[in-house]
């Protein structure tokens, strides 16, 4: 058994990655290089930061070129449960307010339930399903918040 402390007060950076993050920020596996190396240079790629060292990132979509949309969030599993994510998804949303935008959609596969109490814990609401687009037929359901 593996004990994981969980920090009541974590001192979160975020910032815009940079190329140097390249490798750090595609270590999910679920995109291509070269695609994260393009949002990297459009700014829709995010840092997170403990003690300089890089411990999660967002990557952010625009459907439509319009809706902005949370691809992914990753949390470097030793981090996980003390708010690096909740930092991440905190710093999307000012920057998106500032912005001008109003919503912020994202999402999670249907037999996810930890991913998704966790974007109902932080005030996204459900807004539909997209049925058999995951390996496996498995489904995806999609979250919005208001900003």
């Given at each position: 058994?593996?004990?994981?402390?969980?920090?009541a007060e974590v001192?979160?950076r975020v910032?815009?990655?940079?190329?140097?993050?390249?490798?750090?920020?595609?270590q999910?596996?679920?995109a291509?290089?070269?695609?994260v190396?393009?949002?990297?240079?459009?700014?829709e790629?995010?840092?997170?930061?403990?003690?300089?060292?890089?411990?999660?990132?967002?990557?952010i979509?625009f459907?439509?070129?319009?809706?902005?949309?949370?691809?992914?969030?990753?949390v470097l599993?030793e981090?996980?449960?003390?708010?690096?994510g909740t930092a991440?998804?905190?710093?999307?949303?000012?920057?998106?307010?500032?912005?001008g935008h109003?919503?912020?959609?994202?999402s999670s596969q249907?037999?996810?339930?930890?991913?998704?109490a966790?974007?109902?814990?932080r005030?996204f609401s459900?807004?539909?399903?997209?049925?058999?687009v995951?390996a496996?037929?498995?489904?995806?359901?999609?979250?919005s918040?208001?900003?």
């Open positions: 058994m593996r004990l994981i402390i969980r920090e001192q979160t910032r815009v990655a940079g190329g140097d993050d390249l490798a750090f920020a595609c999910d596996g679920h291509d290089p070269k695609v190396a393009r949002k990297i240079q459009a700014g790629v995010l840092v997170a930061e403990l003690d300089g060292e890089p411990v999660g990132y967002i990557r979509e459907l439509w070129s319009v809706h902005p949309y949370i691809t992914l969030i990753h599993e981090r996980r449960g003390c708010g690096v991440l998804l905190r710093h999307v949303e000012e920057v998106l307010k500032d912005d109003s919503m912020l959609l994202s249907v037999d996810e339930p930890a991913p998704q966790w974007h109902r814990g005030g459900e807004c539909g399903i997209l049925h058999g995951n496996g037929g498995v489904g995806e359901v999609f979250f918040k208001r900003l």
